[in-house]
Structures are given as C-alpha cells and as structure tokens.
Nanobody, 116 residues
Framework: VQLQAFGGGLVQPGGSLRLFCAAS????????LGWYRQGPGKERELVAT???????NYADSVKGRFTISRDDVKKMAYLQMNSLKTEDTAVYYC???????????WGQGTLVTVSS
C-alpha cells in the first residue's frame, strides 16, 4: 500500500483546511486509517483514526474542531480541520494499519501552517 497526503497549505488562525490521503493498493473497511502530525521540535502524535463502521478516535486537542472520514470505494481518507490554531502547525501524515497483516504504511506528509 502506498499513501499520498495532500491539501496542506498556509491558513490564518480560525480558518479551515481539508486534507486528503489517497491510497494505492488494497484498502478494506477493517483497515484503520489515521492522521498523525509532527510539529516543529515535537514528537509525532496521533490526530485522529477511523476504523471499521466509521468508529472514530480523536486527540483531545482537536476534538470538536477536526473530523476524519473515509471513502473505501475511492480509497481516500480525509481530515476536515476547522477553527485552526497556530499550534496546529505541523506536517500531517496519513497512516493505514492493515487489519489482517497488522502492517503499517505511512504517507509522505503534507505541511499545514497556521499563521496570520
């Protein structure tokens, strides 16, 4: 599986941005799709995951502001980010945990900069 994340850019505080993750290869509904981020000088951290049946999990810092979704037919994952804050500035990565093999695949990352 190969993943490509895109949609990042420069946005003002309070603004919105939507990230996209396109997968090539086999993606099934039981695979867990996720978004992670790594800010300047920080460790990579979980942002959100979505699993079979649409069950979602969010970091406390993004709850109520970010929404993760998926389209398994199109093999896409999305991250809608609203009410962005300067501390959301980071490189955002998409990831897939394969259900049957437990293999993990990462995309290359897309930069989100929140600044006035």
């Amino acid at each position: 599986v190969q993943l490509q994340a895109f949609g990042g850019g420069l946005v003002q505080p309070g603004g919105s941005l939507r990230l996209f993750c396109a997968a090539s290869g086999s993606i099934i509904s039981r695979d867990v799709l996720g978004w992670y981020r790594q800010g300047p000088g920080k460790e990579r951290e979980l942002v959100a995951t979505i699993s079979d049946g649409g069950s979602t999990n969010y970091a406390d810092s993004v709850k109520g502001r970010f929404t993760i979704s998926r389209d398994d037919v199109k093999k896409m994952a999305y991250l809608q980010m609203n009410s962005l804050k300067t501390e959301d500035t980071a490189v955002y990565y998409c990831r897939v945990n394969k259900y049957y093999s437990s293999n993990v695949f990462w995309g290359q990352g897309t930069l989100v900069t929140v600044s006035s």
